[in-house]
């Protein structure tokens, strides 16, 4: 598949890029079919530069005001990474239009950046990196308000993807 002359935003929350290599490998795949890729993720794990370019591929990364510990902390990091992902993805795009917005999980949350695009054409990609509900249930034992929560913005992720990638058929 041909990309040249296409622009694709790649938006990961929890690892930064280069670091999360399977973030990684998807861009510099699409850079080498022709595609400018442009990647916004977390400063964190010694990548704390906040503008780069490696192999052509412009990394922003964020800052996150910690790593998150129970329901205010999740609050605090997701609620922050969103801010930064929207005022970034704006920036890139005044820079240089982006036609799709390729969001990796998790959490379940970058499809409200994407909403923000969707009037200017951009399509929003959903690569379902993992389970968000199920891994709530194996870590907390129980389908209370946040699990619901997390199925709910599953949901809204799938609805308002044109296209889903999944990393393993049980997905």
């Known amino acids: 598949m041909e990309f040249s002359g296409k622009h694709i935003l790649i938006i990961v929350e929890n690892l930064p890029v280069p670091f999360d290599r ?3 490998q998807e861009a510099t795949t699409l850079k080498e079919h022709g ?5 916004i993720c977390p400063q964190m794990k010694g990548y704390l530069t906040p503008c780069e370019v490696i192999d052509g591929i412009e990394i922003y990364r964020h800052p996150l005001p910690l790593e998150a510990r129970g329901a205010l902390g999740y609050l605090l990091e997701y609620g922050s990474a969103i801010y930064w992902e929207i005022k970034l993805a704006r920036r890139i795009y005044k ?10 999980n998790p959490p379940d949350l970058i499809y409200l950046t994407a909403k923000c695009f969707k009037r200017k054409g951009v399509k929003y990609v959903f690569d379902h990196h993992d389970i968000n509900p199920e891994l709530y249930i194996a870590k907390y034992g129980k389908k209370d308000f946040f699990y619901k929560l997390m199925r709910y913005f599953e949901k809204q992720t799938f609805k ?3 296209a889903c990638i999944a990393s393993n058929e049980s997905y």
């Open 35 to 39: 595609a400018e890729v442009s990647i």
């Open 95 to 104: 820079k240089k239009p982006f036609q799709v917005i390729h969001g990796c």
């Open 160 to 162: 308002n993807a044109v």
């Open 22 to 24: 399977r973030v990684w």
